[in-house]
Structure formats: C-alpha cells, structure tokens
C-alpha cells in the first residue's frame, strides 16, 4: 500500500493485494474558499464513488446532477461519462474520491446516481482516513477492507437521490465574478447587470453558493487581504481594511480571526505555511 502526498492538501492511496491494484484512494481537504470547476471524464477499468465529508460536491451523470453534501454519496460505473467538480463555497471542502477495480463488483447492476448513507457512516469515513494519514499501513487499512462490500449495499438497498438544479449556474458564476474585488457591488447594481430583481438574485445565489452576495464577497476579501499579509505586504492593517472596504477595524478583524483562527497582526507574523 503506498500513500504519495499529491499536493498539500491530497492524499492518494493506491492499495493492491496479489499484485493488482484493488483500488485508489483519494483524500482531499481544501481549506477555505473553493470554487466551481467541473472536469469531465469516465474510466474503464473503475468504479468511481464520490464522497464528501464537509462541504459540497458537484456531480452529473448523464441526465442525473446534484450537489451532495455530507451523507450522500455519487455512483459512477465504470465505462460511464461524467462531470463533476468542487461546488462553489466559503469555507473549502473535504471529499473522497473512491475507485475500485472493476473485478471487485462495486457498482455491478447498479445505475449511476447517488444514494443517502446510514447514519453514522460519514463519521466513520472521516475517521477512518484520519487515521490513514496519521498512520499509512495495513494495520491502518484494516477498518476499510470491506468498503467494496460496504458500498454495493448501500447501491442496492438505500434510498435514491433526486436530482436537483443547484449547479452549475451561469447567473451565479457571473455574480461571484462580480463580487470578486475590493469595492462590492450593491444588490441593485449586480441585479441590473444581471437582469434579476435584488431579492430573486439574493434567493438564486444562496440556493446555489449557501451563502449571500455579502458573505461571498467578504469572503473574498479578507482571502486576499490574508494572501497580502502571507506575502509580506508592510502597510498599516487599516490601509489595507479600508482599501478592501472594511471601514471599521474593529469589525474587520473580527471577520478575519473568525475566518483563519488568528488576529491579522497575529496572521502577519506568522503566516501558515503555504501548500
């Protein structure tokens, strides 16, 4: 069993037992925003299960989309086209991305779709490849031997996911577009731009990001203001607030210390390490 850490914040497990590769393993955490962006693909050899742990995970599979969120999982047969891709957030996101060999019978019989898990499954997901990282070995690997087993009965016997119609939105990807730089556009402004009344685009974006126009935007800025303080930017902290539209100080460093944990003149000195 080997663990290459891909990036900073991937883990990528291929197992193989008797020589074959039984499956592949994928851990992925991305701290803090994280935005749309569909790929597609499809795989001969694998079953592919998508799995999130926080946040939320776009899938479509034919005439079948949703964006799941912890508790529900996508199922993809091998030999299957889709499109999938990290849903539009705030706070990043936690998935698994689980392919097994084709041999193993995973996904044999069953259509592509999604499915809630039993209760307490996820936890036992996220535990389980915590300690995977912590501690890459067979020993480690034990609680996940029956996952193929595990994940055939749950395609069978648990309730099917309806499709929705959260992602992907051109009318969301323009506004986060939009909200994206230091002087935030009123809802006014962004509803003429967009050709939608301010309370049908607050309800439309929310639907979609889980988050307002506003929450989105600060977002954004106090990601780029940490990225200037990372970077070695000297400015007194409230140039650099009221250049970002934070007039009060105050205020702002409270949105940053709840944001990354630290004050911003604590962030300054000691940034994290970058991935």
Known sequence: ???????????????????????????EEIKHKTLFEPGSESHDEWDEIIVPLEGRYWVRVGNWARTLT??????????????????TNLV????????????????????????????????WLRGAFRFMRQTCSEVSFLSLGNLPDFIHQCAIGQKRLEQDSTHPDPIVTKITNLLEQPSTPSLDDLGKIVGLSPTHLQKRFKTAVGFSPLQYANAWKLD????????????????????????????????????????????????????
């Open 92 to 123: 990043g996101t936690h998935f698994l991305v689980l392919l097994f060999d084709k041999s193993l019978g995973v996904l044999k019989n069953v259509s592509s779709g999604g499915v809630v898990l039993p209760s307490g499954t996820t936890a």
């Open 70 to 87: 912890p508790g529900e999982i996508a199922l993809i047969p091998r030999d299957t086209p889709h499109d999938s891709g990290i849903a």
């Open 224 to 275: 780029a203001i940490a990225s200037e303080l990372k970077n070695g930017n000297t400015l007194p902290l409230i140039d650099i607030a009221v250049e970002y539209g934070f007039g009060d100080l105050r205020h702002f460093r409270e949105l940053f210390q709840r944001r990354f944990g630290a004050s911003p003149s604590a962030y300054r000195k000691n940034p994290p390490p970058s991935d």
């Open 1 to 27: 069993m080997a663990r290459p850490q891909a990036r900073g914040d991937a883990w990528v497990y291929t197992i193989k037992r008797d020589g074959k590769t039984w499956g592949i393993l994928v851990d």
